[in-house]
């Protein structure tokens, strides 16, 4: 009795099994911390402030988008950075969605977490900068 033999699989199944390690860990990162400022979010909802949450949304958004990193390269996608991106990006999106004066800034941060899932770092600099532009006129 013959076994057959065992058939590697073809190149285009072994490319899709290879997954950078880092951007599992921007998109992981940009996800969780979305998460965490959607959960602090909500809870700061119930406890009630004082400004208007638009306003408020997009001042914070705007103060951590200038504190990441100008350029972004494969090591620059840290843990640290992606929480504080995905920060900014879930903020901005909040003030967008509570008052339209914001839409473009929420646009932005979208742009801005696309790039980071695909993990298309210049991309992601440069959006960086555009709503760094976006708060500056705000």
Known sequence: M???????????????RKVNPLLLAG???VLV?????GILWAASSFVGGGGDAADDDAAAACGVFGRVPDEWKPETVTEANTY???GAIALAQSAGR????YATLATQAQQVQQAVVTFDTGRVAQL???VRNTCADL
């Open 27 to 29: 998109a992981a990162g």
């Open 98 to 101: 509570r008052d339209a004066k």
């Open 2 to 16: 013959q076994l057959p033999e065992e058939v590697p699989p073809p190149e285009a199944a072994r490319r899709r």
């Open 33 to 37: 911390g979305a998460l965490v400022v």
């Open 84 to 86: 504080q991106l995905a």
């Open 128 to 130: 960086v900068v555009d």
